[in-house]
């Protein structure tokens, strides 16, 4: 049974960078075809999606937050990592991981509990 | 790209059937079958239930099932259950490798 677990600072420094490692077990993260995603929930706010990985470390990401953002695979741990520079009190917020169903344009079906960062001033 | 629009709340009676609706545009659910939802208990992990429009993951209720029309999806709930209150948020993919997010919908079970 695949499992997903965010882990990473809860309180991070505003203009400081944001870091959290997803570490999967159950499942190996170089399986063929499966891409692996951040996903993040302001309070009080809807779900946003931040980018994704394959294994081989192509990424994408989503344009508002392009700028900022660098996710990054170690097939050796079967983790990925989520880097976000100069936070501000906007990226306070729940950040999930998850796992893309295949295709990877159909959506996410597994994901981690969440762990919330938040911004200090 | 825009978030997609969900109402903030809907409740209902135990067996009874309720539906919640997710708005886009013709730039991702109108164009393309890949809307996904997903229920979520505060505090655990997102879980996905329907996806591809219509399709139920194994192990997913029956009661559970997704439809769309033009750029509204929706999802529908049968015989309402006190477990189904959680947050159910809609996702549709949007082109260009991004995929974009309802506001989510909190339903009670009265």
């Known amino acids: 049974h695949l499992q997903l677990q965010e882990s990473g600072p809860g309180l991070v420094k505003s203009s400081e960078t944001l870091s959290l490692t997803c570490t999967v077990s159950?499942?190996?993260?170089?399986?063929?075809?499966?891409?692996w995603a951040w996903i993040r929930q302001p309070p009080g706010k809807g779900l946003e999606w931040i980018g994704s990985?394959?294994?081989?470390?192509?990424?994408y990401y989503n344009t508002s937050l392009k700028s900022r953002v660098t996710i990054s695979v170690d097939t050796s741990k079967n983790q990925f990592s989520l880097n976000l520079s100069s936070v501000t009190a906007a990226d306070t917020a729940v950040y999930f991981c998850?796992?893309?169903?295949?295709?990877?344009?159909?959506?996410?079906?597994?994901w981690g509990q969440g762990t919330l960062v938040s911004v200090s001033s | 790209q825009s978030a997609l629009t969900q109402p903030a709340s809907v409740s209902g009676s135990p067996g009874q059937s309720i539906t919640i609706s997710c708005t886009g545009t013709?730039?991702?659910?109108?164009?393309?079958?890949?809307v996904s939802w997903y229920q979520h208990h505060p505090g655990k992990a997102p879980k996905l239930i329907i996806y591809e429009d219509t399709k139920r993951p194994s192990g997913v209720s029956n009661r559970f099932s997704g439809s769309k029309s033009g750029n509204t999806a929706s999802l529908t709930i049968s015989g309402l259950q006190a477990e189904d209150e959680a947050d159910y948020y809609c996702?549709?993919?949007?082109?260009?490798?991004?995929?974009?997010f309802g506001g989510g919908t909190r339903l009670t079970v009265l």
């Open positions: 990985i394959y294994y081989s470390g192509s990424a």
């Open positions: 159950g499942g190996s993260i170089s399986s063929t075809n499966y891409y």
């Open positions: 996702c549709s993919y949007a082109g260009n490798r991004h995929w974009v």
């Open positions: 998850a796992r893309h169903i295949i295709p990877v344009r159909s959506g996410f079906d597994y």
């Open positions: 013709s730039s991702d659910v109108g164009t393309y079958d890949l």
